[in-house]
């Protein structure tokens, strides 16, 4: 600093730079810190983050546009023999569902009656929204993506998100145009899960490196093997009971830890599918008190979930 | 000229932006460079009177708010990138052109590092090495930037 004293006094008005450069630093570097503490801890941020978002919704589709063009003019040069093979594979599709529908309704009038004579409560059905995913979250080490419905299409925060094979994850951020669908490969995302052989109940967190599921806090003497398949157990009350969510694919039983662990394959085509169904809450009077405190964060009630279940085993 | 230096600076930041909101995925999404903190740079290095460490902030800000991070992290990133390119700006205009490089290389892992490390406090998973990508990429698109030359012709044509 002394060097710099000595020009000071003699610089000619032509190289003024106003501010130091550390003192722009200190003050910028002051603002994101309060910043990013409000929008962490004091949720302050929220609205104005909205507005925001839809203001650049415009740019965003300015963006899209290009892929969007490519997609519509390979989509119009599509040859008529291809056309012709999706139509026949989509025709077996709905014609063998149609057969399954119909063994599905008989069935689900039978669990009704059966649901009647052991009073005990009617599981409804949920209606869903179809959605189109607009982009991959910007963050390549998060895994988001942004679906083309948002708070104008009454989308909620914590809706259930799945894909014709299973759950893709849970909507946890609201824009006006649009919102942010978090994966259950995200190491953020828990979701309550059963195994579908033998009804033990579980927590699966994502495992975040790669698109896999990870199944902690369950004891080594766990009774689960390889291929067992995973399904929403439906506690937590977002999640319709059933949908397919992973398969097993590795389990490690360390000597050393009393845990084992479990890594699970999602059955939904989380990187490979353009629509996707947003599926309502359920009806917040048959909510439990527990379901609806989800509304401010998503995950806790999840989290608390497998503590209690250890206690209990 | 200081106008249209401006208005070219404002320009190039705008589709850099455009360039960062396009629906990258997969291994494109892996390495995409940082095309805004480029851009910032060039300009940062060219001329620090109209592109200085607020611009940098507020362009960190609305990559924040484009990407759905925590709101600043991106912010006090670029400041601080923006603090190093300036500090040295003046003897890096008389770098050649590969000394230039290794510098933004540099900076552009300083960038990278310090998102890092504010990712890491809010909670998030370390990412390992792939999350250097950007950086290789980016000195790449440097090349081309630093060729293109954005608000150097104006300057001879008017002479």
Known sequence: MPRRAIDNQYTPAFFVRGPSPFARLIFFAALSLSLMATDSRLHYLIEIRQGFVALLYPLQILANTPANVYKNTKDYFVTHNSLLSENQRLNTQAVMQSAELQRFKSLETENAHLRNLLDAAQSSAQPAKMGEILHMGRDPFTHKVIVNLGSRNNILEGQAVVDADGVIGQVTKVYPFSSEVTLITDKELAIPVQVERNGLRAIAFGHGKDTRIDLPYLPANVDIRKGDKLVTSGIDGVYPTGLAVAEVINIERNPNSPFASILGKPSAGIENHKQLLLIDLPDPNAMSPRAISKKTKPITPELSEPKADNASR | ?159
């Open chain 2, 1 to 159: 000229m200081q106008a249209a230096k401006l208005k070219s600076m404002y320009l190039s930041l705008f589709v850099a932006f455009i360039c960062y909101l396009l629906p990258w995925s997969g291994v494109g999404l892996l390495i995409r460079p940082d095309f805004v903190l480029l851009v910032l740079l060039y300009w940062l290095l060219r001329s620090p009177r109209l592109c200085n460490i607020g611009t940098a902030w507020f362009a960190g800000l609305l990559i924040d708010l484009a990407s759905g991070g925590l709101f600043g992290q991106c912010g006090l990133a670029y400041a601080v990138t923006a603090f190093f390119a300036v500090t040295y700006q003046r003897r890096l205009t008389l770098f050649n052109i590969w000394q230039q490089s290794g510098y933004i290389f540099i900076l552009l892992i300083l960038n990278q590092l310090t998102l890092w490390m504010l990712k890491l406090f809010a909670g998030g998973e370390s990412p390992g090495w792939s999350y250097l990508l950007p950086c290789v990429s980016g000195i790449l698109l440097w090349q081309f930037i630093m060729f293109s030359r954005i608000g150097i012709e104006t300057h001879a044509d008017k002479n």
